[in-house]
C-alpha cells in the first residue's frame, strides 16, 4: 500500500517513519511533506519518497493510496481536502478542534467515514485489547485515570528529533485555519488559557483517555465537575452509562518520566494499566488483573512488548485493503470532541461560547 507523510515533526521521526520503515512487507513511503522545504527534503533522501513542501500540492499530484496526518493543530482542513481527493486517511488525533469540522466530513464524498481512522494508538496497545476481553461486558463501577506529564524535551531527550522551522508565511494559513476552528468551539472571546487548555492539554493528550473510556464503559454520560489550576493540572469526574470515571491530568516538569495509571473496577474485580512514555518503542504497558478464587484473591500480571504504533498501522492497513472498521472513526472522534467540550465549559464556565456552550 502506497502511503503519504503530512507533517515531520515528533510523531512522524520518532514513531511512523522507523515503523513503516520495519513494515515494508505492508507499506510503501511514495512521498512525505512539510511546510519546512528542508525537512521535506531531508526526510525525502533518507527514505527515497517525494518531498513536497505543500500537502494541498502533494494531494493535488497523487501517486499514492492513503495518507498519514502528522501535522500539528487541527486536522480538519486536511482530512477533508484528501477525503474528497479520493485518499483513505490516518489521521493524528485529534480530528479536529471544532465539532463544525468533524461534522463537516460526514456530509463530504466517498462515504468519508468509512476511509477514516483517528490515531488513538493506545486503543491498539496489546495491554487495553487484553483488559478489553477480561472486561467482557461486566460492570464498570468506576474508571479512573492518572497521567503525570513531564516535559516533552525530557521524554524525547534520546531520540535526536530535527524540528521543523516554516517560513511564517507557509505557516499562517494553517495557523489561521486553527485560530478560526477554536472561534466555533470556544467562542472568539474565550481567554487564551482556556484555548490552551482545551487544544493543548484536552484534545492534546487527555483524549487518549477519553478514548479509553469509551473502549472500557462508553463515552461519558455527563461531566459534573472540571477544574484546572497552576501548572496546569486538570481533574474531571462524572457518570458513565453504568458507573462512573475520574481524569487527573498533571504536568509536572520535574517529574522523573512519563506515568499513566488506568485502574477499571468492576463487579468481579479489578483491571489495572500502568502505560510507559509513548514515545518508547516496544516498552511495555503492565497490566495487572484481580479477582476472586473462592476466598483467595488472585492476581495476574501481563506483559506484551508488541507495540501499538505498529498494530494500528496494521489496522489502517486492514481498512484501506479489507474495509476493516478501525476502533476510532469519524463517530468516536466527534464523541471526544463533544467531551472535551462539556470538559471545559465546565471548567471555564460563561467564559467560553461557540459550540462548547451548548455541548
Known amino acids: 500500500m502506497k502511503v503519504a507523510l503530512a507533517g515531520l515533526g515528533v510523531a512522524a521521526q520518532v514513531m511512523y517513519l522507523p515503523l513503516l520503515a520495519r513494515r515494508r512487507d505492508l507499506f510503501e513511503v511514495t512521498d512525505v511533506c512539510d511546510l519546512d522545504p528542508a525537512r521535506a527534503e531531508a526526510t525525502g533522501r533518507l527514505t527515497g519518497a517525494r518531498p513536497h513542501a505543500d500537502p494541498l500540492e502533494m494531494l493535488g499530484r497523487g501517486g499514492f493510496d492513503a495518507l498519514v496526518v502528522l501535522t500539528a493543530g487541527s486536522h480538519g482542513a486536511l482530512v477533508a481536502a484528501a477525503l474528497e481527493a479520493g485518499f483513505a486517511v490516518l489521521c493524528e488525533k485529534p480530528l479536529a478542534y471544532s465539532r463544525a469540522e468533524a461534522e463537516a466530513l460526514r456530509a463530504g464524498p466517498l462515504r468519508a467515514g468509512e476511509r477514516l ?24 463501577r468506576h474508571l479512573g485515570v492518572t497521567v503525570l506529564h513531564p516535559t516533552d524535551e525530557a521524554q524525547l531527550a534520546f531520540a535526536r528529533v ?48 477519553l478514548a479509553l473510556l469509551r473502549t472500557f464503559g462508553g463515552p461519558p454520560v455527563t461531566v459534573d465537575h472540571a477544574a484546572a489550576w497552576d501548572g496546569p493540572s486538570l481533574e474531571v469526574s462524572g457518570a458513565l452509562r453504568r458507573g462512573r470515571y475520574g481524569l487527573r491530568w498533571h504536568y509536572l516538569p520535574g517529574h522523573p518520566a512519563y506515568r499513566e495509571t488506568v485502574s477499571v473496577h468492576h463487579e468481579d474485580g479489578t483491571l489495572e494499566l500502568v ?51 478501525p476502533l476510532t472513526g469519524l463517530d468516536g472522534a466527534l464523541a471526544d470532541i463533544v467531551a472535551a467540550q462539556q470538559i471545559i465549559r465546565a471548567v471555564a464556565g460563561p467564559s467560553v461560547g461557540g459550540e462548547a456552550r451548548d455541548a
Open 117 to 140: 481512522m483517528v490515531g488513538y494508538m493506545k486503543q491498539y496497545d496489546p495491554a487495553v485489547r487484553r483488559a478489553a476481553a477480561l472486561l467482557a461486558g461486566r460492570a464498570v
Open 275 to 325: 502505560f510507559p512514555s509513548p514515545y518508547l518503542m516496544n516498552a511495555p504497558t503492565v497490566l495487572t488483573s484481580s479477582s476472586p478464587d473462592g476466598a483467595a484473591e488472585v492476581r495476574a500480571v501481563h506483559r506484551d512488548v508488541s507495540e501499538a504504533f505498529e498494530l494500528q498501522l496494521e489496522a489502517f492497513h486492514a481498512l484501506v485493503t479489507e474495509g476493516t472498521p
Open 162 to 209: 530535527r524540528p521543523s522551522r516554516p517560513a511564517p508565511g507557509a505557516l499562517a494559513p494553517w495557523l489561521r485555519a486553527d485560530a478560526a476552528a477554536l472561534d466555533a468551539a470556544l467562542g472568539p472571546d474565550a481567554p487564551a488559557a482556556v484555548r490552551s487548555l482545551y487544544a493543548g492539554v484536552v484534545l492534546g493528550s487527555l483524549c487518549h483517555d
